[in-house]
């Protein structure tokens, strides 16, 4: 087992994992940014190593500083949290280079899940039903119009080495395609580097729909059941749960051996999530991520299974602690997302927070960085908190979410709590009735509601 840790990250997820740390009698180490030098993280651990002004760039994505401070520290393993490294195969090879574990899966995996176009041929072998669309890279728009044309109108453009909505467009008619592929390309260019696009088929209402998997060196892997992720804006998750109210118990089954089957066909290592796009009883393999996320905790919520944990147990060369057999599914589990913005235009909202009263009582868990004082960096992500909520049914499980919000104070900047108030009373959350699409929507419908109210 590891005696000394780094994590490699900032926030609520590198206080989640030195946490998690402190409870397996593991040392920690937290790199940070000077932005950064006061955050919880930073005081929670038992090291702590600077290594860079705010910018990412400059920091976290800052391989060098992050090796040297490995070294500097005797650290035996490298978490790489979410997002900056995590999925980064370089840095994950850079580290097994110079003498230490990165907690996640093998370079090969990550290289191979990061090219969307490579994924998708990956997970076809494997036997993943894909959404109907080019068989790789499309060089061209003219060659891409002729795949647009077979699949039908509309279309979906988007980059090959995309993530977050960047390099994504949607061409409705012949007409506009051309035009809506180059500024996809553009747009992926700008993000990462690289202006590579492939199409598929638009679906018009499917839900987003993810597996958790885990697996260890010696081939064992099992699934963690699905999370709903459908509830997005601009494609980022506002609203997770687990399992999902649209899936049958038949479907809930097929999707997850499907998971756990591919898993175990490529030798995975550690956490993943297997992503899906759900329509009219279907499933359409969409990318799979190959680090921990976000909403992770609806599923530790759920399943009593500390992901983190064993994401590092796996990472020490232990097996599995839990068979398929031995996983079971409690109850019913909602995230929110809790953004520093406003909750109607979300322009960030960043600055120091006055008074922070995290909910309590039965079933709610908070997983944030926040405390009275803390300045709110306008340099990251505005995510500050996730409020999690876990009860024996959807509907106990949506009250307790209402009252956990509302008893909420995060006083000196916006948050989008007001937003998750709003989603949570309207009558399509609450029987389930939504898709991708619904939340902009429903904000787009509100915003002509005010429109008419102010003339």
């Known amino acids: 087992m590891f005696n000394k840790i780094l994590i490699a990250n900032r926030g609520e997820i590198a206080l989640r994992i030195v946490r998690c740390c402190k409870e397996m009698g593991i040392e920690t180490v937290v790199v940070h940014s000077t932005a950064d030098a006061n955050g919880m993280a930073v005081r929670m651990a038992d090291e702590s190593v600077c290594i860079g002004p705010a910018p990412g760039r400059l920091s976290y994505l800052n391989i060098p500083a992050i090796l040297s401070a490995a070294a500097l520290t005797n650290a035996d393993a490298i978490h790489p949290g979410i997002g900056f490294l995590a999925e980064n195969e370089e840095?994950?090879?850079?580290?097994?280079?110079?003498?230490?574990?990165?907690?996640?899966?093998?370079?090969?995996?990550?290289?191979?899940?990061?090219?969307?176009?490579?994924?998708?041929?990956?997970?076809?072998?494997?036997?993943?039903?894909?959404?109907?669309?080019?068989?790789?890279?499309?060089?061209?728009?003219?060659?891409?119009?002729?795949?647009?044309?077979?699949?039908?109108?509309?279309?979906?453009?988007?980059?090959?080495a995309g993530g977050g909505g960047k390099g994504m467009k949607v061409a409705r008619s012949e007409g506009e395609f051309k035009s809506c592929f180059s500024m996809a390309s553009a747009?992926?260019?700008?993000?990462?580097?690289?202006?590579?696009?492939?199409?598929?088929?638009?679906?018009?209402?499917?839900?987003?729909?993810?597996?958790?998997?885990?697996?260890?060196?010696?081939?064992?892997?099992?699934?963690?059941?699905e999370r709903d992720c459908s509830i997005q804006r601009n494609h980022q998750k506002v609203v997770e749960e687990c399992p999902s109210p649209a899936l049958t118990a038949a479907q809930r089954k097929e999707v997850g051996e499907l998971a756990a089957s591919c898993v175990r066909k490529m030798k995975y290592l550690g956490v993943g999530t297997m992503e899906f796009l759900f329509e009219d009883g279907k499933f359409y393999f969409l990318e799979m991520n190959t680090r921990l996320q976000v909403e992770h905790p609806i599923t530790e919520m759920v399943t009593g299974i500390d992901l983190v944990r064993e994401q590092i147990l796996v990472a020490a060369g232990k097996k599995l602690s839990f068979r398929q057999e031995d996983v079971k599914f409690n109850g019913h589990s909602i995230e929110c997302r809790i953004n520093a913005e406003h909750p109607e235009t979300f322009i960030p909202s960043p600055g120091k927070v006055h008074r922070f009263?995290?909910?309590?009582?039965?079933g709610v868990r908070v997983d944030s960085a926040l405390y009275d004082g803390y300045a709110v960096p306008p340099t990251y992500d505005s995510l500050v908190a996730k409020i999690v909520v876990h009860a024996a049914s959807r509907e106990e499980a949506m009250m307790r979410m209402e009252r956990a919000l509302e008893e909420t104070v995060i006083e000196g900047i916006n948050t989008n709590i007001p937003l998750h108030l709003r989603i949570l009373q309207e009558p399509d959350f609450r029987t389930g009735q939504y898709n991708i699409h619904w939340l902009e929507k429903f904000l787009s419908g509100n915003k002509e509601e005010q429109k008419k109210a102010a003339s």
């Open 91 to 160: 840095f994950c090879r850079m580290v097994g280079e110079h003498g230490h574990t990165f907690i996640g899966p093998a370079p090969e995996h990550i290289a191979k899940m990061g090219d969307k176009a490579v994924a998708k041929d990956t997970m076809k072998a494997l036997g993943l039903p894909l959404i109907p669309g080019s068989p790789g890279i499309v060089k061209n728009a003219d060659d891409g119009l002729k795949i647009a044309k077979e699949c039908g109108f509309p279309v979906l453009i988007k980059a090959v």
């Open 357 to 362: 009263h995290a909910p309590g009582g039965l």
């Open 187 to 225: 747009e992926a260019k700008a993000a990462f580097g690289n202006g590579d696009v492939y199409i598929e088929k638009y679906l018009s209402h499917p839900r987003h729909i993810e597996v958790q998997v885990i697996g260890d060196m010696y081939g064992n892997a099992v699934h963690l059941g």
